[in-house]
Nanobody, 123 residues
């Protein structure tokens, strides 16, 4: 069973950095590829980044490439999203999710979800 809990969101100014964490309290974390999605008010949930089971391979949305970095620590059952040079358009609820492939970019391809953490970037 996968049980995901995100943390690290907040209200920040444009240009600063923020690091999100997502902890799995279950025992099967390393079996899954992990992804981050976000959803802004009135918009569909969109893919942000994903990482393979063994941390060797990553996948990013074009909108965050070069600014965001996904990583994971399987010993801590944790996946991270380092967000640099934040922009107001990054404002959204950020969700972590588990899938069987890091190449998956659609929400329906992910089996388990956290409750989300709010990130608000002011200009």
């Amino acid at each position: 069973q996968v049980q995901l809990v995100e943390s690290g969101g907040g209200l920040v100014q444009a240009g600063v950095s923020l690091k999100l964490s997502c902890v799995d309290s279950g025992t099967t974390f390393r079996r899954y590829a992990m992804g981050w999605f976000r959803q802004a008010p009135g918009k569909e949930r969109e893919f942000v980044a994903a990482i393979s089971r063994s941390q060797g391979r990553t996948n990013y949305a074009d909108s965050v490439k070069g600014r965001f970095t996904i990583s994971r620590d399987n010993a801590k059952n944790t996946v991270y999203l380092q967000m640099n040079s934040l922009k107001p358009e990054d404002t959204a609820v950020y969700y972590c999710a588990a899938s069987d492939s890091y190449s998956h970019t659609h929400p329906h391809e992910y089996d388990y979800w956290g409750q989300g953490t709010q990130v608000t970037v002011s200009s």
